[in-house]
């Protein structure tokens, strides 16, 4: 059994108590509907756009550069990532995509396939709603460091998988109000699929699956701040 109390505006429409405080537990789930689409494909593919515009083809980002040993890479199933060493990680991802592939690919996969997509993927999505049908607007989930598995599933066809599953510390509502949670028994589980497209221009041109496993779920539970 869970007991919440509504703190802030921001979280359903017609609630008029901006004093109390949030407490207990709750899952809330983000609406990947069409406006969620719509908007993580233009973000990413300004993203694309902007860094391949001023660099040279088959440059990969640094962004991606260095998350390459701190989160797990897959090229067609097979690991590229070794922990603490950027230089071997790098030189196993071209190996294993090869040089042509990666001369296609990799600035416009690596403009956005980094720590910096999470952020993306939270400004796309519209709100997040509970069991209750209430709405949540969360703009960040604070993920526990220590506590945190990223996975980027990258396929030679196109394909690619985005799994994410980590403790939550807090999370941060379209106020800039932040909510403590306890981040052992709160959670944020992720699944985004993309489509990547060579295109003529020289870069990629990048648009959602479609996939219907995909989701962002929040199961929290609320710090009492009065313990």
């Excluded at 995509?97 to 296609?104: I, L, Q, R, V």
């Excluded at 945190?148 to 599953?165: E, M, P, R």
């Excluded at 932040?178 to 981040?183: C, E, Q």
Aim: charged residues 20%; proline residues 1%.
């Amino acid at each position: 059994m869970s007991f919440f109390r509504q703190k802030s505006s921001t979280n359903t429409k017609n609630n008029e108590d901006n004093s109390s405080r949030y407490y207990g537990s709750k899952v809330v789930y983000a609406m990947l509907d069409i406006n969620f689409t719509q908007k993580l494909s233009m973000l990413i593919n300004d993203s694309i756009r902007e860094y391949t515009s001023n660099n040279s083809r088959g440059v990969m980002c640094r962004s991606m550069h260095v998350d390459l040993p701190r989160m797990d890479y897959y090229i067609d199933n097979h690991m590229i990532s070794i922990p603490g060493n950027i230089e071997a990680s790098y030189n196993k991802f071209i190996e294993q995509g090869g040089k042509e592939w990666a001369n296609d690919y990799v600035g416009s996969i690596s403009a956005f396939l980094h720590q910096g997509i999470f952020v993306d993927i939270f400004k796309a999505i519209p709100y997040w709603k509970d069991s209750n049908e209430c709405r949540w607007d969360i703009i960040m989930a604070s993920h526990d460091r220590l506590n945190c598995s990223n996975t980027f599933h990258i396929n030679k066809d196109g394909s690619i998988k985005i799994i994410s599953q980590s403790h939550v510390s807090n999370i941060i509502l379209n106020d800039n109000n932040i909510v403590l949670t306890k981040s052992s028994t709160s959670f944020f589980s992720l699944q985004i699929s993309l489509v990547c497209v060579k295109n003529i221009g020289g870069h990629c041109l990048v648009m959602t699956a479609g996939d219907s496993t995909d989701r962002a779920t929040l199961q929290l539970e609320f710090e009492d701040i009065d313990k």
